[in-house]
């Protein structure tokens, strides 16, 4: 059964940062793209950034573009986000997800919470 286990969330103030951590098991990791989402109360849950199988290849939603940055290690099966510069409107439970052979495949997610 497939696992993706996030961790590294927490509670930070304005400014701050946070790194969250994505590590999977009984998935092909090295050759599944993996995205970061995240959804706030009440509102849809939204992309926030996905990396390619190599890592050559990233792209961020509007709001996070030069303060989140995706990176993976496909050695160590994880995938990460940098969070910088962290405002009270990133304030959500942040997924992973990694899509292979047509399915997507989700983390149980990990809150992140920026206080003014």
Not at 64 to 74: A, M
Request: charged letters at 15%; glycine letters at 12%; proline letters at 3%.
């Amino acid at each position: 059964q497939v696992q993706l286990v996030e961790s590294g969330g927490g509670s930070v103030q304005t400014g701050g940062s946070l790194r969250l951590s994505c590590a999977a098991s009984r998935f092909p990791f090295s050759i599944a793209s993996m995205n970061w989402h995240r959804q706030a109360p009440g509102k849809e849950r939204e992309l926030v950034a996905l990396i390619t199988t190599t890592g050559v290849a990233t792209n961020y939603a509007d709001s996070v573009k030069g303060r989140f940055t995706i990176s993976r290690d496909n050695a160590k099966n994880s995938v990460y986000l940098q969070m910088n510069s962290l405002k009270p409107e990133d304030t959500a439970v942040y997924y992973c997800r990694g899509y292979y052979g047509g399915n997507f495949y989700w983390g149980q997610g990990t809150q992140v919470t920026v206080s003014s």
